[in-house]
């Protein structure tokens, strides 16, 4: 029982950070069930010309709909699913632009923009784990969901390119660690170690361990760029929060997304 206990902080402590990702990930969807920080497994793209930003109405027809990612919920975010740049500070300037895709909040100025919140579904056996009667085992399965912020912004010119390389110098430059503040509640991130991935024109994803009082979790940022448009993927594994365990890369919903904007 202790175990399950603490198991249960850890999570309500996780629940409790004004971060858009726990946010969504502790409402409904949830219940019903550094280092080296750039160049090394990213795509990077070569120069090229400007491009003409999406519309509104075009980026709304690139964004995943509910059908696109097998085995997750999709669905557009609403107002308690999304937080403004405004409200996300970074103690350290350069560290901005990171901290904001981190948190899903807009990427500098882009010219439109939209979010849809991919909440992944119980995976084959983890139904008869979540009754299981180890109660820890229940437990853990019943949060063994990831939830993905997947934003779309376009930009003008060569926004979207500058954008991503924004990321990349930000993840450099902070990659050992910074204080940071989301909607009123002080967070650090205590860690940046770059992951592999490939899609769009050009693309990066890290894992990025975030503390709040002296709880570590670990959460994934995937960027990838497509012409004018760049989609970023900020996801939240309740099950790994607190725990000193890991979680994959939203790589299905990122192929998906990709897919639609080529």
Same mark, same amino acid.
């Given at each position: 029982m202790r175990s399950l206990a603490i198991r249960r902080t850890a999570v309500a402590t996780t629940c409790a950070v004004s971060l858009t990702l726990f946010a969504t990930a502790c409402g409904a969807d949830s219940d019903s069930g550094g280092k080296d920080a750039a160049g090394k497994g990213t795509q990077r793209a070569a120069s090229q010309p400007a491009t003409e930003a999406l519309t509104a109405a075009e980026l709304d027809k690139a964004a995943l709909v509910q059908g696109d990612v097998k085995g997750h919920k999709i669905t557009a975010a609403g107002k308690a699913d999304t937080v403004a740049a405004s409200d996300v500070t970074a103690d350290k300037a350069e560290c901005d632009p990171f901290v904001d895709a981190l948190m899903?909040?807009?990427?500098?100025?882009? %010219?439109a923009a939209n979010q849809r919140k991919v909440v992944s579904e119980p995976k084959k056996g983890q139904k008869e784990k979540q009754e299981s009667e180890d109660a820890g085992e229940a437990f853990m399965a019943a949060f063994d969901i990831t939830t993905t912020m997947a934003s779309l912004s376009s930009y003008p010119g060569k926004g979207a390119q500058e954008t991503v390389e924004s990321l990349r110098t930000a993840a450099t430059a902070c990659s050992g660690g910074f204080g940071?503040?989301? %909607?009123?509640?002080?967070?650090?991130?205590?860690?940046?170690?770059?992951?592999k991935i490939s899609g769009g024109e050009e693309s990066a994803a890290w894992t990025v361990t975030v503390e709040q009082d002296g709880e570590k979790s670990p959460l994934k940022l995937v960027v990838a760029r497509q012409g004018g448009t760049v989609a970023s993927f900020a996801s939240l594994n309740l099950a790994a929060s607190g725990m000193g365990k890991d979680f994959e890369l939203p790589t299905a919903v990122v192929d998906a997304q990709l897919a639609k904007l080529a």
């Open positions: 899903g909040a807009r990427i500098g100025k882009p %010219a940071f503040t989301a %909607a009123g509640v002080k967070q650090k991130v205590v860690g940046i170690e770059e992951e």
